[in-house]
């Protein structure tokens, strides 16, 4: 802990579903994130090992205002992977639309692609090419 500041031990993500069982399906069976706990209305699954990330996938009490992920209230959910390529081609088999195949970002150094998910959220799988990105603990 640094001093006088408390530590976050964990994340959790929560995305909002008008079709909260194809959202479900997705995440569980495309993705295949662990499930870690059923609500009933909202699942929450592990996103990445060690319990540290976390997405919960809820029944949408009303449409959503804008596909645009990038406006105030917008949001992108990024999976870092080590084989971006793999993800691409696991995805695309499973029949996920991708609309561009993974490419470079020269200004942020990352390797990447964007999808979406049954819901319209934006979902990118990327890997850091930069030496300053930290390595997740052993």
Same mark, same amino acid.
């Given at each position: 802990?640094?001093?006088?500041?408390?530590?976050?031990?964990?994340?959790?993500?929560?995305?909002?579903?008008?079709?909260?069982?194809?959202?479900?399906?997705?995440?569980?069976?495309?993705?295949?994130? &662990?499930?870690?706990?059923?609500?009933?209305?909202?699942?929450?699954?592990?996103?990445?090992?060690?319990?540290?990330?976390?997405?919960?996938?809820?029944?949408?009490?009303?449409?959503?205002?804008?596909?645009?992920?990038?406006?105030?209230?917008?949001?992108?959910?990024?999976?870092?992977?080590?084989?971006?390529?793999?993800?691409?081609?696991?995805?695309?088999?499973?029949?996920?639309?991708?609309?561009?195949?993974?490419?470079?970002?020269?200004?942020?150094?990352?390797?990447?692609?964007?999808?979406?998910?049954?819901?319209?959220?934006?979902?990118?799988?990327?890997?850091?090419?930069? &030496?300053?990105?930290?390595?997740?603990?052993?």
């Amino acid at each position: 802990m640094i001093s006088g500041h408390p530590t976050l031990n964990q994340q959790v993500t929560f995305l909002y579903s008008e079709d909260v069982e194809a959202s479900w399906r997705f995440y569980s069976e495309i993705l295949r994130l &662990p499930l870690i706990q059923d609500q009933g209305t909202c699942r929450i699954y592990e996103a990445a090992p060690g319990g540290r990330a976390f997405l919960g996938i809820c029944r949408a009490k009303a449409p959503r205002a804008t596909m645009d992920p990038r406006v105030e209230g917008g949001v992108v959910i990024t999976f870092i992977a080590d084989d971006v390529d793999c993800w691409y081609e696991y995805l695309k088999a499973r029949g996920v639309e991708i609309p561009y195949p993974p490419t470079f970002n020269e200004f942020y150094r990352v390797y990447h692609f964007f999808f979406q998910d049954p819901a319209g959220y934006t979902l990118e799988i990327q890997r850091f090419e930069r &030496p300053d990105w930290v390595d997740p603990p052993c």
